[in-house]
């Protein structure tokens, strides 16, 4: 149902495909990114993308999305178990979102295991690999609707 979707990805995501490929795979962000975009060019859906290492920038990006974006995927990369920052730009935009993570944050460092954004997501996906991304973009399209103004 979504009409227009937002993808964020946090610090360190440049370096997919690269970075620590046990955990994190050998697909590169480019590829990911395309592959987004095709899903939802397949669906008519609007995409846009971001990739920051800085926490300002994707505070920006979020407020940008006020009313023109219905949903918004974000894989919030290190900044999920330390900004509130990110929390309350997600709240104040009032634009659902679905949390994504590459691998299964509750298997690793228990520093991993809180988020600050878990509790306000529609969804949280994690674990499984790249494919996450998919999954959120597909539960995305069919299930979270447009706002009015959007
Ligand atoms: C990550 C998990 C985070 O703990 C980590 O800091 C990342 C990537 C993931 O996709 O599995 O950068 O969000």
Do not use: W
């Not at 590829?31 to 290492?53: D, G, P, R, W, Y």
Request: hydrophobic share 40%; with cysteine; glycine share 6%.
């Amino acid at each position: 149902m979504a009409k227009s979707i937002l993808l964020i990805n946090g610090p360190n995501l440049n370096l997919l495909g690269t970075r620590e490929p046990a955990t994190y795979g050998s697909t590169t962000l480019p590829q990911v990114v395309e592959a987004a975009q095709k899903q939802c060019t397949e669906k008519s859906i609007t995409f846009a993308h971001l990739q920051s290492n800085h926490e300002g920038v994707i505070l920006d990006c979020i407020h940008e999305a006020r009313g023109n974006v219905d949903a918004i995927i974000i894989n919030p990369g290190a900044f999920t178990h330390t900004s509130v920052a990110i929390r309350d730009a997600l709240l104040g935009v009032d634009i659902p979102f679905v949390e994504v993570h590459i691998s299964n944050v509750h298997a690793r460092e228990t520093f991993r295991h809180h988020s600050y954004l878990s509790d306000k997501a529609v969804a949280v996906i994690c674990g499984l690999g790249i494919y996450g991304y998919e999954a959120a973009i597909e539960y995305a399209s069919r299930h979270i609707k447009p706002k009015e103004n959007a």
